[in-house]
T-cell receptor, first 111, second 111 residues
Framework: DAKTTQPPSMDCAEGRAANLPCNHSTISGNEYVYWYRQIHSQGPQYIIHGLKNNETNEMASLIITEDRKSSTLILPHATLRDTAVYYC????????????FGKGTSLLVTP | DGGITQSPKYLFRKEGQNVTLSCEQNLNHDAMYWYRQDPGQGLRLIYYSQIVNDFQKGDIAEGYSVSREKKESFPLTVTSAQKNPTAFYLCASIDRQMKAFFGQGTRLTVV
């Protein structure tokens, strides 16, 4: 699976959009981009995933660049409850592979 | 409700003892994973299993063992060979879209 790079931490004011970047310059054609978040002392929660088109669901939007070498997770109106560690993962849909998490981005939403 | 159940939530172990962490899922997922998380760190893969009676080592398998006798169950044994077992342990299963579902974790402390 391709390696990802994320900033270790970010801040965002409550009510503003939080834009979390992820670099995956070695991504291959059959690899998807997945985002998860982990609130303190809980198991990670799936947010969204995509292959090459932008995706949106009730939690967030995922913007993938045309060359697929980077992506951005957007929380359109961040709340205090969005304070968490956000993980960007790249992998295929082949179930024979491990699912590896990096250290993620620690997002702090401030009042 | 469908989901991943880990038990117990908190576990205390004496040095030199083996201890088994339970992970059960009723999501009918084939693939299951065990991770370890230390304070302020990301998730590190211990073992994973794609199907019943088959499992593979992850990045930090030494001192741990697993079994997969049933699709629903993937218990993790922390053996006395694991020199620093105090950590937060997370179990996950993955659906056909490769979305991972996590349990709430077991916090193991060696006393």
């Amino acid at each position: 699976d391709a390696k990802t790079t994320q900033p270790p931490s970010m801040d965002c004011a409550e009510g503003r959009a939080a834009n979390l970047p992820c670099n995956h310059s070695t991504i291959s054609g059959n690899e998807y981009v997945y985002w998860y978040r982990q609130i303190h002392s809980q198991g990670p929660q799936y947010i969204i995933h995509g292959l090459k088109n932008n995706e949106t669901n009730e939690m967030a939007s995922l913007i993938i660049t045309e060359d697929r070498k980077s992506s951005t997770l957007i929380l359109p109106h961040a709340t205090l409850r969005d304070t968490a560690v956000y993980y960007c993962i790249v992998r295929t849909t082949n179930s024979g592979y491990a699912l590896n998490f990096g250290k993620g981005t620690s997002l702090l939403v401030t009042p | 409700d469908g989901g991943i159940t880990q038990s117990p939530k908190y576990l205390f172990r004496k040095e030199g003892q083996n201890v088994t962490l339970s992970c059960e899922q009723n999501l009918n997922h084939d693939a299951m994973y065990w991770y370890r998380q230390d304070p302020g760190q990301g998730l590190r893969l211990i073992y994973y299993s794609q199907i019943v009676n088959d499992f593979q080592k992850g990045d930090i398998a030494e001192g741990y063992s697993v079994s997969r006798e049933k699709k629903e169950s993937f218990p993790l044994t922390v053996t006395s060979a694991q020199k620093n077992p105090t950590a937060f342990y997370l179990c996950a299963s993955i659906d056909r879209q490769m979305k991972a579902f996590f349990g709430q974790g077991t916090r193991l402390t060696v006393v």
